[in-house]
């Protein structure tokens, strides 16, 4: 959601020894893993954001029509499926996160037969399509809430959180509580046709429905199964930690200091990630487990610890949740080999064995190009994330551009801010438009390929010329590249595929290093330098039971970093990354 932080297997090919400068031709996605696993317990999920990925009618915002058109793309990147955010009919003040329509295709983004298309497209490139699905709120123009704010009697009422708030002596209304909107103000609005308040996490105009109420579980499950009876794959569900909150309104207790909208900072301990909210996920999952071919649920769980994701899988039964969004892992801003360990550590202990998802990037957090990076070695980095994205035991979630560098284009006048919190919050919080400007495909025009139109919805990224697809593809040493023979290791090598992962050299505060171990025993080495400094690298591989005599590389960046017997050190460059096999 929108948070204010900021076909065939195909032979890996080896040019030589390893390196960058090595070629893997692009793997045609599986139908389905080897060994009868679901697809997405390995898969590499794909994230779109419709109306920054490709304008097919020149109107200067993407659409479906554009998606089909660059399948091919995606395919020859080596994607299993594409998440598509929302796409539904909204008035856009949440740029389609406010929906209005659960059944329906937003003009601007096509129709019907453009959405049918595309997923048969997808599907003959075996490709699967995700949607994003809100079930935390509507918008304000649903036909539910319409009715529901007509009266209390109205059959919708009981849809939406409503309270009468309270009255001062003067006869004034109030809202119940002091509670926040996450996008700044009160979280409470009042309707005066009805004489009470409805609740909003988000903006005031994305009214949260009441999921204490069954009828509201009932007609939502009724609209997943429209798009589930039309062949999606699944969905990513928004928010989904928001479902419930304090049935008794308490006041949240108050932290102290404010927050980029001015307003004072609360605890979420009523309004966020109650016991409730997994009772409708295990009924939820129990829904679409009665559907064919695996489909599956990604939640955006933004918590605390990487053991609070346990629940969201169904801890020990895994009947909620097959793919909770791991966002503690890339989601911060410090390159940090001791962070790092520490969550994948996590990831793997305290899950009870379930698959998880890795994020770095995506539509609502700065690009972890700027995250991560120091404005010197950028470009080593971002190969450095890409390896661990890739090469770690989970499923790998990458958004749009991140495959070939886009940065963060942050507006640095209110004026061209678009998006509502930004506007908002400015300067403190100046929005998410920044990772939203268009994908850049080429330099055939100023609008990146993107479109025709010369007045994109967001201006495109000033370095386009230089960061685009058809640029990077030809270039054998592009962060594209790179991102292609990582996907193409990660389908075709057992190891990287499915493999246990094992922690190597766990001391050392520079340098993570892990092993995958396939169940044949074949084993792949990653070395990640996050320093400035070389370093010398003694893996340990005897101590943490591993056998062999002999290192391979398979990957490396830059493509000098060498390897020979596997009791000598490895020597890694600054901000080298290194994938080797060891035999």
């Known amino acids: 959601m929108h948070w204010p932080l900021r076909r065939s297997t195909l032979v890996l090919l080896l040019a030589g020894a390893a390196g960058i400068a090595g070629c893997i031709a692009p793997a045609a996605a599986a139908d389905a893993p080897a060994g009868g696993e679901p697809w997405w317990r390995h898969a590499v999920i794909y994230e779109i954001y419709p109306r920054s990925f490709q304008d097919a009618n020149g109107d200067g915002t993407g659409d479906l029509a554009g998606i089909t058109q660059r399948l091919d793309y995606l395919e020859q990147l080596g994607v299993d499926a594409i998440w598509i955010a929302p796409i539904y009919p909204s008035p856009q003040v949440d740029f389609g996160y406010d929906i209005s329509d659960y059944r329906g295709i937003d003009p601007q983004y096509g129709s019907f037969a453009d959405f049918d298309r595309l997923l048969g497209e997808a599907r003959r ?186 629940a969201w899988y169904g801890g020990a039964r895994r009947d909620e949740l097959q793919l909770p969004m791991d966002t503690l892992v890339g989601l911060g801003n410090r390159l940090d080999a001791v962070t790092f360990r ?46 661990l994205l890739l090469t770690t035991r989970a499923t790998a979630l990458v958004y749009q551009g991140q495959e070939i560098g886009q940065r963060t284009a942050t507006p640095r006048r209110v004026e061209d801010v678009r998006d509502p919190l930004g506007v908002r919050g400015w300067p403190r919080d100046k929005g998410r438009d920044g990772e939203r400007t268009p994908m850049q495909w080429d330099a055939s025009n100023p609008q990146a390929g993107f479109s025709s139109n010369p007045h994109t919805w967001l201006p495109v990224t000033a370095d386009y010329r230089s960061v685009n697809v058809a640029s990077e593809s030809a270039d054998p040493a592009s962060l594209l590249n790179w991102y292609r023979r990582l996907i193409a290791l990660r389908r075709n090598d057992a190891a990287v595929r499915a493999g246990g992962m094992v922690m190597l050299d766990e001391r050392n505060p520079a340098v993570l290093s892990y092993a995958r171990v396939s169940g044949t025993g074949a084993t792949v080495i990653v070395s990640l330098n996050m320093s400035a400094r070389t370093q010398k690298v003694s893996l340990g591989l005897a101590q943490a039971g591993l056998r062999g005599s002999q290192l391979r590389t398979l990957l490396s960046s830059p493509d000098s970093v060498a390897a020979d017997a596997a009791s000598n050190p490895l020597i890694l460059p600054p901000y080298a990354a290194w994938v080797g096999q060891l035999r």
Do not use: C
Request: no cysteine; proline share 6%; net charge negative.
């Open 342 to 387: 520490r969550h994948l550590l996590e990831s793997q202990t305290q899950l009870h064995g379930a698959q998880p998802l890795v994020v770095f990037d995506n539509h609502d957090n700065i690009r972890s190009w700027d995250r991560y990076g120091d404005g010197v070695h950028d470009a080593q980095i971002a190969r450095i994330i890409a390896a």
């Open 125 to 310: 490139r075996h490709i699967r399509v995700i949607l994003d699905m809100v079930l935390n709120h509507t918008s304000d123009q649903h036909p539910w809430f319409i009715d529901a704010a007509h009266s209390r009697e109205s059959p919708h009422h009981e849809f939406y959180v409503w309270s009468a708030g309270k009255l001062d002596p003067a006869g004034q209304h109030h809202p119940p509580n002091n509670w926040v909107s996450l996008f700044g103000g009160p979280a409470w609005e009042f309707v005066p046709a009805v004489s009470e308040y409805y609740y909003h996490r988000f903006y005031r105009q994305q009214p949260d429905l009441n999921w204490r109420n069954p009828e509201v579980e009932r007609a939502m499950f009724a609209d997943m199964r429209f798009w589930l009876d039309r062949g999606v794959a699944g969905f990513r569900l928004d928010a989904v930690t928001e479902l419930f909150e304090d049935a008794q309104l308490r006041d949240a207790p108050v932290l102290g200091g404010v927050n980029a909208q001015g307003d004072p900072i609360l605890s979420d301990l009523y309004t966020k990630n109650l016991p409730e909210v997994h009772q409708v996920m295990r009924r939820l999952r129990a829904m679409i487990d009665t559907y064919p071919d695996e489909r599956v649920l990604i939640g955006e769980t933004y918590l605390e610890k990487t053991a609070d994701l346990d």
